[in-house]
């Protein structure tokens, strides 16, 4: 049975940082190119990060560009997301998603909140 869980989420005051983890099962993770997603109140889910299936190349939301960074280890089976200088604005639950045509698998979310 396909898994993502989730994990590192929590509140941080603005300027910190987190490291995500995405720890998948159930599936050929090679096979699949990693995503984050986002979703904040009453806004829509929106694409943060991705990297393909060798990890070979990462694109970005550009508000994230140069604070966030995105990296798989496929002995591991689990993607990353490791944000720093953290703003409110990317207060969200984060969704870590596994794609590839025709398939797509998703988390269940990690709440992640900037406050002081």
């Known amino acids: 049975q396909v898994q993502l869980v989730e994990s590192g989420g929590g509140l941080v005051q603005p300027g910190g940082s987190l490291r995500l983890s995405c720890a998948a099962s159930?599936?050929?993770?090679?096979?699949?190119?990693m995503r984050w997603y986002r979703q904040a109140p009453g806004k829509e889910r929106e694409l943060v990060a991705a990297i393909t299936n060798t990890g070979g190349s990462t694109n970005y939301l550009d508000s994230v560009k140069g604070r966030f960074t995105i990296s798989r280890d496929n002995a591991r089976n689990t993607v990353y997301l490791q944000m720093n200088s953290l703003k409110p604005e990317d207060t969200a639950v984060y969704y870590c998603?596994?794609?590839?045509?025709?398939?797509?698998?998703w988390g269940q979310g990690t709440q992640v909140t900037v406050s002081s």
């Open positions: 998603n596994a794609h590839k045509p025709a398939f797509d698998y």
């Open positions: 159930g599936f050929t993770f090679t096979w699949y190119a």
